[in-house]
Every structure is written in structure tokens, then in C-alpha cells.
């Protein structure tokens, strides 16, 4: 079927970036004029908000999200020979992170219904050499704070947050970075708070790890030319955190936009639960982000309509959809060495096949919020596009 151009796009980033963009001009014609090209004034300014944003103490501002969660981990004291527990259901970048520190991943099932790890099946994998469990805030919910805590806790484990998806996210009145060890978050253009570039940034309440986390990023050097530690290269731009201070102040506005377009597909889509159509629960109400909306197209009713003619029928429409994730980290053919197979998480693996992403955006109208829906009615309604029972 032939597609047409996006009347919705999945992401538009126009809404936020026109009204604030002389602010955005003037910020990097500062930095210009400064010259502080790499590690300026306006990195130190951009932690110190956003740390205090997460309600930590400290913020170390690095080149991406990935860097963010390996070298926090390092400066966490993770290393060779330790096991890192984290969920089959995140971006590779999670992974990645805890491969490139040298850890073992040891990867787990998640909840069906909030598609975050299962903290369950965590303590399960457990082991003597378990030094750390990451959770991931996925699509913009945490997870509970106060059950890592208690799970942490009991087995001595180091909680280190993948909060790429989660910024200013709360649950049970903690917020996203604030409830363990170190976070790691991810300026990507198309997160909550994005810069116009990669970014990404560690923050924590410890001094010892904020420390090392800027020794690391910088060449393993405290100072220039003295070099205590293997580090890497990883800094984030001035003119990047430059942008991200003029952003950060209306963070709280964009995160209550993409609250309330929720409600209003979740409102909309209510009756549609009887066709197969399942939001991913939302258990942590008003903190609740939403980086994504992600609904399941169940597989297992015999009229429930198949996910990729749906997803085909609304970009027809002119309405961009995504899938996060289309393929589970452990059937990644990357990761194979792990040793994972088919059916090790089926949790995971079904919801791969089942979730959808509709827009999400600040900015995003009613209006188009009511099309979206109205598409998803439409290819619903057409014969061909339902299932046959067996």
C-alpha cells in the first residue's frame, strides 16, 4: 500500500523549538563569544540545574546516553567478574553500557502490563557474583522505588538507573536519578528534554562517584595531563548544554502536555479495549512522563486486528507509528555470545510483537489526537484488516 507523507509525524519537534528559538540563538552566539567550546560555563551551569532538577546533588555532563550508563557504572566500581541484572525489554544502549564496562549482563523477563523489569524474576537471577541491578524507566515510567530499595537492600546490590526515557519522572515521591547509587539520562533530540544533538548525563548524590564519572570522561584525567584512571573521550558540547538550559525551565510545561494528550488517548481508546487494543498500564500516575504512548495489539482474539496491517493502514494515512522495541535484546544477533535463545523471555519477546507507539509530542492538538484514534477506527472497521477465527 502506498504511503503518503505524515500528516502526524511520530516526533515534531517544531511546537517546542519556535517559541524559545531566540533564546536557543542567543545561547550559542554565548557560547561563541566565550570561546568555551568544551567544558564551559554552560556545562557547569546545565549539571547544576539538572542535578538539582532530580532532586541529586551532583551532574556529569557526557557525550550520550550510552556513556552516561558505562561509565557510571564504572565509577560505581562495576567491573570485570560482577553481574549486572537488567531488563530484556530496553534499547540496546543498556547493554551495551554494562558490556563496555566489563560486567556480565544478566538479562530478565518484564511485567506484561507496564512492560518494565520484573522485579520478581530479578530476584530470581540473583546470584554471588550480583554486584548491581539497573532498572529502566521505560517510556517515561519509573520503576518502584521503594521495591528496588527492599530488593537492593536485601541482597546488597547497587542500584544504578537507565532514566534515558524518564526525565522528571516520579513514583511513590521519588524522582527519576534520585533512587539509588547514579542515573544515567540521555539528551537524544526526541527525548523529554532534548538537545540538538547526542548528550547525556550522570547524575548522583555521591561526590566520590560525580568525581570519578568527570575523570573518566575527560581522558581518565583529574587534571590535565595527569592520568589516574582508563578513561575515554566523552564531554558534552558547550553550545548542547547551552541549549539544554534554555529548554530545561519549560521541561515541567512539555512533560504536562504529553500527560494530558495521554488521557486523551486513553480516553479515546477505551472503547476499543474489546478489540484488542491495550495501553501499557500507567502506574504511577501524574509521574508518568510519557516519553512514548504505547498501546499492545493483542495477538490472542480471534477479531483483533494484526500489528503491522494496522500500523500499515495508518501510514497510508499519513500517520507515523514506531515499535520500541521490534526485537528483544537477547535475540539482537549482536549479543548472541550471551548465550540467550527463543523463549528465554517471553514476556518480552510477545510484547515485541505486539506494541505500537502512536505521536507523542508537546504541541500535539487535540484535534490530532482525535485523527489518530479516528484512523485506528477506521482500519479496525475494514474487513481484510481482522483476523479470521480459527
Known sequence: MQSVSPSIPFVDLAPLHQPIQSQIEQAIQGVLQRGDYVMGQS??????????????????????????????????????????????????????????????????????????????????????RTRAIVPVHLYGQMVSPSLLRDLAHTYELIIFEDAAQAHLAEREGVRAGAIGLAAAFSFYPSKNLGALGDGGMVVTKDE????????????????????????????????????????????????????????????????????????????????????LYVMRVMQDQAESIDRETLQNRLEAQGIQTGIHYPLPCHLQPAFKHLGYREGAFPVAENLCKEILSLPMYPGMSEAQVIQVVGAIEESLATPAAVKMSA
Request: net charge positive; hydrophobic share 45%; aromatic share 6%.
Open 208 to 291: 566520590a562517584i560525580a568525581h570519578k564519572v568527570r575523570t573518566l570522561r575527560n581522558y581518565g584525567a583529574p587534571r590535565k595531563y595527569f592520568h589516574t584512571e582508563f578513561g575515554t573521550n566523552s564531554r558534552l558540547d558547550s553550545i548542547q548544554a547551552a541549549i539544554l538550559n534554555v529548554k530545561l525551565p519549560h521541561l515541567k510545561s512539555w512533560n504536562r502536555d504529553r500527560a494530558q494528550i495521554a488521557e486523551q488517548y486513553n480516553a479515546l481508546l477505551k472503547p476499543l479495549l474489546s478489540r484488542g487494543l491495550m495501553p501499557v498500564s500507567n502506574l504511577s500516575g501524574k509521574g508518568h512522563v510519557y516519553h
Open 43 to 128: 556545562v557547569l551551569e546545565f549539571e547544576q540545574a539538572f542535578s538539582k532538577a532530580c532532586s541529586v546533588s551532583h551532574g556529569v555532563g557526557v557525550a550520550c546516553g550510552t556513556d552516561a550508563i558505562a561509565l557510571g557504572l564504572q565509577a560505581c566500581g562495576i567491573a570485570q567478574g560482577d553481574e549486572v541484572l537488567l531488563p530484556a525489554n530496553t534499547f540496546v544502549a543498556t547493554l551495551i553500557g554494562v558490556l563496555r564496562c566489563g560486567a556480565t549482563p544478566v538479562l530478565v523477563d518484564c511485567d506484561p502490563k507496564t512492560a518494565l523489569i520484573d522485579l520478581a524474576a530479578a530476584e530470581r537471577a540473583i546470584t554471588p
